[in-house]
């Protein structure tokens, strides 16, 4: 990919710059079941629930009880925190060192699909393993799904990005490891990168012209 003409950049956060394994949070929770128990999230799917939490539209409390009620859940809420946390691995130091990189030469977004327990999560990662402020203090905007209603891939998430920050879609690059968000921002004319393992974002912005 020639990077040349490319002036935006838009992240997706999980699996692109936090490590993730969704098993972990799946493994966990499945432990305070009462009985066996399916837990119903992947990186393709989830159920109503997990949908209801990431677009802002029940509570952390709402949520907790969710799982307790769906899926026969008897735990604390620091229990079931710490069980949904656990997919939430690291943020490796390069990464960070990239970012601030690549804020200098192009405009760049996260836009996560998330919710406001693992951004919780996110920022003490940050703050305990870095010396920036926070997580949004890499970007010139950040898109949490669960803070602005929307979530990929529904078009219209990326349509609010390219309007409000006055982007042109040919200059933008969205980087994304879910194959159906990349689908979505390409039917818009986005420029995509599906990131697979073992790609990582340091090494395709080392093999790339820029």
């Known amino acids: 990919m020639d990077l040349t003409q ?3 950049i838009i ?3 999980g699996g692109v710059i936090i490590n993730l394994d969704y098993n972990k949070s799946i493994e966990e929770l499945q432990k305070l079941c009462k009985e066996n128990c399916n837990i119903a999230y992947s990186q ?4 109503h629930l997990f949908d209801l939490l ?3 539209n029940c509570s952390n409390e709402e949520f907790r009880n969710g799982l307790r009620e769906t ?3 008897d735990a604390s809420d620091e229990a079931i925190d710490e069980a949904w946390n656990a997919m939430l691995l690291d943020i490796p130091q390069e990464r960070i060192d990239l970012l601030l990189e690549l804020g200098k030469k192009y405009r760049i977004f996260l836009l996560s699909n998330t919710n406001a327990i693992h951004l919780e999560r996110f920022n003490q990662i940050v703050a305990h393993s870095f010396t920036i402020p926070s997580l ?3 970007f010139e905007k950040t898109y949490y799904s669960h803070l602005v209603g929307k ?3 529904d078009a219209h998430i990326f349509e609010q990005i390219l309007a409000e920050n006055s982007l042109d879609k040919s200059e933008t690059l969205f980087i994304d490891d879910s194959i159906q968000h990349i689908e979505s921002a390409n039917k818009l004319g986005i420029n995509t990168l599906h990131l697979q393992p073992p790609l990582t974002i340091n090494k395709f912005f080392a093999d790339v012209a820029v």
Not at 44 to 47: L, R
């Open 71 to 73: 899926y026969g859940i």
């Open 6 to 8: 490319i002036k935006n």
């Open 11 to 13: 992240f997706d956060l």
């Open 136 to 138: 949004d203090s890499l």
């Open 54 to 56: 990431e677009t802002g």
């Open 151 to 153: 979530r990929k891939p």
């Open 44 to 47: 393709k799917e989830q159920s």
